[in-house]
């Protein structure tokens, strides 16, 4: 069975400077598929970043990365030059066919 | 359309009653699953479906819970016998494939009172 485990329930950081949010996984599946999405107070899922488990190379989008450890089954992402509209929960996931999500992290911008 | 959309966004409901929450994914999204999220919690797996069968029930938590997808579009979400921890924001999502990325409606509130 897939699971996911992210281990900070809330983080803070301050506007413009750099957070990572920390994620480790599991699953017996060799192909899978890694995923960063966000859910503001909306409520409305949105996918802000992808890994292949397949693909070495890092996954960047703009100021969002990861750093994925295969071996490790690691999967933090890391969002650079934080801003206010970054504040929502975060959950990472894992899809071979179904999505199976984390608890997610709250994560507060400071102005 | 443009986006999945889920109908209704709230919905009330008595204890003991019935419920059906619709579900409309993106057109020629043959993958389609249902998650339910309790507050401050990640969205916890239900259903999923490949087409019109149902590749994956296993997060089904008990026999009052029932889902259909007869056409291979649109899919319901059935409880029965509502009970009051069966409060919740109920997800669906569609991809393309098994192998992409999913897409979110933003859910239906249910509070069973």
């Known amino acids: 069975a897939q699971t996911v485990t992210q281990s900070q329930p809330e983080m803070s950081v301050q506007e413009a400077e750099t957070v990572t949010l920390s994620c480790t996984y599991d699953t017996s599946e060799s192909d899978y598929y890694l995923f960063w999405y966000k859910q503001p107070p909306s409520r409305q899922m949105i996918l802000v970043i992808r890994?292949?488990?397949?693909?070495?190379q890092n996954a960047t989008e703009n100021r969002f990365s990861v750093n994925f450890q295969k071996a490790a089954k690691s999967f933090s992402l890391k969002i650079s030059d934080s801003q206010l509209g970054d504040a929502a929960m975060y959950f990472c996931a894992v899809k071979d066919d179904k999505i199976i999500f984390g608890k997610g992290t709250r994560l507060h911008i400071l102005p | 359309g443009a986006g999945v959309s889920q109908t209704p966004s709230n919905k009330v409901t008595e204890k003991g009653k019935y419920v059906e929450l619709r579900c409309d994914p993106i057109s020629g999204h043959t993958a389609l699953y249902w998650y339910r999220q309790s507050l401050g919690q990640g969205p916890e797996f239900l259903i999923y479906f490949q087409g019109t069968g149902a590749a994956d029930d296993s997060g089904l938590p008990n026999d009052r819970f029932f889902a259909v997808r007869p056409e291979g579009s649109v899919s319901t979400l059935k409880i029965q016998r509502t009970e009051r921890g069966d409060s919740a924001v109920y997800l669906c999502?569609?991809?393309?494939?098994?192998?992409?990325?999913?897409?979110f409606g933003q859910g239906t509130r249910l509070t069973v009172v």
């Open positions: 890994q292949e488990a397949y693909k070495q």
């Open positions: 999502a569609s991809s393309l494939g098994p192998s992409l990325e999913a897409f």
